[in-house]
């Protein structure tokens, strides 16, 4: 709960996802109302928000009258790259405040943008090749194996690596299709470990305050691979320290950050560094609620916060060298089944080292048939706490025998999960 008095406030969360529901408790434990916006109606969000308003987002205009005529004190959104730069020009028209500007934005709505701010600051990133058309695959001096995406597109839709031509150009009308302005990226593909990192920004001063490492589903077949468990901290958090966090800090300074929350996501090859894309927003994974364990500061409240105060609050100190180990477990389900019975949920909020349970679908949810691949099938995120690697190790375990989802004819809807023996060899470091 928060240091200041929010009571009586009135908050409106626009787009009301699935994951963006923890604001409506943060809300109410701080003595908030909650209104959810957006043009789907009788969602999960709007059914325990105070006050529902079926509205396009994107027509800002019936989005400042609703502000006014409704005296909302704040307006915020969670997850959603495109609904960043809308709630800032909502921010901006109402006088309100709201994290980051729209050209700061740009890091997570343009990965071109994003690469090319980090080599402005010598941050380090996967070569790029120049890609404008099928003719330029054809008669361009590429080194294989590379990797397309979409500019402006999340959670891996539209992204393929390519080990040839053919499957490049293939790739090629794949990326573009799933990017809104028809412009992709093509870069060397570095299939190493990867890393995510947390930053948070509190009146200027800039914190790296996690990193996790991530490890990828390999059951499924796709050309991309969704990633199945995160664990807290990364086996490169003293490497990070000591070579590159410096350099992205002047880097997210220099491009005049001041509150909020973000992170980018990298690949190690060795003790090589290579960043390839930022989300300025809270990451899907919901770090902040292992950061609320870790170090008793919410961040998706704290952003609340800022929204209704033009304050993040209380100044904290944070280390991405744990205290503890923690774990999140994305768990997957097939595409194209149907949930029809989740089980477990109950058994598992007993236990005292469960963290938190998100769960992204609900009974009745068709996993799309082809997210294979993608966090678009990532169901549900379990995170868990331990004091040594072996109970980590356990927990996990644990979760995995009793976390299940079916479909109506009782076979499970979910893949294997991530194979935890092999999870304990990669642990060879200590807190």
Known sequence: MLDVSLKGKKLLLVGG?????????????????????????????????????????????????????????????????????????????????????????????????????????????????????????????????????????????????????????????????????????????????????????????????????????????????????????????????????DHIITMLKGIGIQNGSLFIQAIMKGKELYCYEAGMRLNGCKTYQILEYENDYNTFEHLMELALTGSMGRYTQFNPKFKRWYATLNVLGRPGATIAEVKGEKELNTYPWLVHIARRDRVGHTIPADSAGTLVQDTTRIHVVADTKEELIERIDKVNELFRMLDAEGNSVLLKPHDTKEVYKQLDYEL
């Open 17 to 245: 996802l699935n994951n963006t529901v923890d604001i409506i408790d943060l809300a109410h434990r701080n003595d908030v109302t909650v209104g959810v916006a957006d043009y789907n109606k009788k969602t999960y969000a709007k059914s325990l928000a105070d006050y529902a308003h079926d509205v396009n987002a994107y027509d800002e205009d019936a989005m400042v009258r609703l502000c006014e005529e409704e005296h909302y004190d704040g307006i915020i959104t969670a997850f959603n790259e495109r609904l960043g730069p809308i709630v800032r020009k909502l921010a901006d028209r109402l006088g309100m405040p709201a994290p980051f500007t729209v050209e700061q934005l740009q890091m997570s709505t343009n990965k071109k943008f994003f690469k090319h701010t980090c080599q402005q600051y010598g941050v380090p990133v996967p070569q790029e090749y120049v890609i404008r058309s099928e003719e330029d695959i054809r008669n361009g001096e590429l080194e294989y194996p590379v990797i397309i995406k979409p500019i402006d597109a999340a959670s891996s839709v539209g992204v393929t690596p390519c080990h040839n031509r053919e499957e490049l150009i293939t790739g090629f009308e794949k990326a573009k299709k799933a990017s809104k302005s028809g412009d992709v990226i093509v870069e060397q593909y570095l299939p190493y470990d990867e890393i995510n990192l947390t930053y948070i920004a509190q009146d200027g001063d800039i914190q790296l305050a996690a990193i996790h490492d991530r490890y990828f589903n390999t059951e499924q077949e796709s050309a991309t691979k969704a990633p199945d468990l995160y664990i807290y901290p990364s086996r490169y958090t003293d490497l990070i320290l000591e070579k590159y966090n």
